[in-house]
């Protein structure tokens, strides 16, 4: 059985599908087979495998289910390594379903927005709900991400409130800069992995097997 990596937010706009679509291109060029589900409405992800079929890089099947995903997760991931769940930017029926039975949450935050931080409450009691109701191996972490270099102090304040308490979801030692190249490959089916130039583009691929490392996804 694969594992079940859950992208998921209380906010939308936060960078999970452009996350989460360069991490499943990241695992696809190395070897992993990746299947990756979309639990809301909008067709990003979608279009996102339409153009990566259309440029020639190799296919990541893209499936999507609403409501209770949890059955749906279970399946899927009996057929790859790695199952991506990207979850809509709201609570939903998907997100707390997918949290029943997944292994792992990423839930990404701007530290330099309270918009964004202030979600981490209502996630991280979603988290301790679903782990004592008998998911009580799932495993999550806050990625910061999108941090300006001017900004970093916000990304330490932001790391020592959450590890001052260690009922709130703890973060990740490894933060995404802001760097535009995640997003370009998006806009032509890529993640950074299949670009081979681009501004920033060895620490764009850094950051991400970094991360990827410290949770042990590949």
Not at 17 to 39: D, E, F, Q, R
Not at 61 to 66: E, F, L, W
Not at 178 to 195: I, R, T
Request: glycine share 6%; aromatic share 4%; hydrophobic share 40%.
């Amino acid at each position: 059985m694969g594992k079940k990596l859950v992208f998921g937010s209380d906010k939308g706009g936060v960078g999970k599908t452009t996350t989460a679509t360069n991490i499943a291109a990241m695992a696809v060029s190395k070897g992993k087979s990746v299947i990756y589900l979309k639990t809301d409405k909008n067709d990003d992800a979608m279009d996102w495998r339409e153009r990566r079929i259309d440029n020639g890089l190799q296919d990541i099947p893209v499936h999507a289910a609403y409501g209770n995903v949890s059955a749906e997760i279970e399946r899927l991931s009996k057929l790859c390594d790695i199952l991506i769940v990207d979850c809509a930017g709201h609570d939903s029926t998907e997100f707390r379903s997918a949290l029943t039975v997944a292994d792992m949450l990423i839930t990404l935050t701007k530290p330099s927005s309270t918009f964004e931080t202030n979600t981490l409450t209502t996630v991280t009691e979603k988290v301790r709900k679903a782990q004592l109701a008998g998911n009580k191996d799932l495993q999550s972490w806050v990625l910061m991400t999108r941090v300006k270099p001017q900004k970093v102090s916000a990304a330490i304040e932001l790391e020592k409130t959450l590890k001052s308490d260690s009922v709130w979801i703890q973060p990740l030692k490894t933060r995404l800069s802001e760097l535009d190249v995640y997003e370009s490959a998006c806009n032509e089916g890529a993640g950074v992995h299949d670009l081979e130039r681009g501004p920033s583009l060895s620490k764009a691929k850094a950051l991400l097997e970094l991360m990827a490392k410290e949770i042990n996804l590949l």
